[in-house]
């Protein structure tokens, strides 16, 4: 905290903007769960990493603190809607209920963040990071985990 005035200083913007996606992304997530072969909650999650460019998996290891043995790719971000967005034939009101707040959280994402990406870290037990870049430039977003064997 500083002593400054609060005038028009960056720090009170950027922490509305930070509450602002907290806010929005938030009760989205309540019991909202990722499926896979575990279906996992989905948390909001802050970077430090804040450059103008899009990350790399090297920054995403140091952000991390994760050894370079530990696999991390960075994937399409269709990639993680595609299986939560699209509804199923099967799908009965819990599945089409879930999709919805998939739906919804992805409209939220969408209108809230720029220069989205998504990480994959690990390679059966994965923890999924789609990050993008606040108005203020913070970087933001959600982690879940997926579980394929």
């Known amino acids: 905290m500083t002593n400054e005035e609060p005038k028009s200083s960056g720090s009170i913007s950027e922490s ?36 103008a460019e899009p990350l790399i998996v090297s920054q995403i290891k140091d952000w991390l603190m994760l050894p370079p043995s530990v696999y991390v790719e960075e994937v399409p ?12 034939d099967w799908y009965g009101d819990d599945e089409k209920a879930r999709t919805a707040k998939f739906q ?30 606040q108005a203020d430039g913070q970087r933001t977003g959600i982690k879940t985990k997926v579980v394929q064997t």
């Open 104 to 133: 919804q959280l992805k409209q939220a994402i969408e209108e809230t963040l720029t220069v989205r990406q998504v990480f994959r870290v690990g390679e059966s037990e994965i923890d999924v990071y789609l990050l993008g870049r």
């Open 16 to 51: 509305n903007e930070t509450n602002s996606f907290t806010e929005k992304v938030t009760p989205l997530l309540t019991d909202l769960l990722y499926p896979s072969e575990s279906d996992e909650p989905v948390d909001v999650v802050n970077c430090y990493l804040n450059q």
């Open 77 to 88: 971000e269709a990639d993680f809607w595609e299986p939560v967005i699209t509804d199923q």
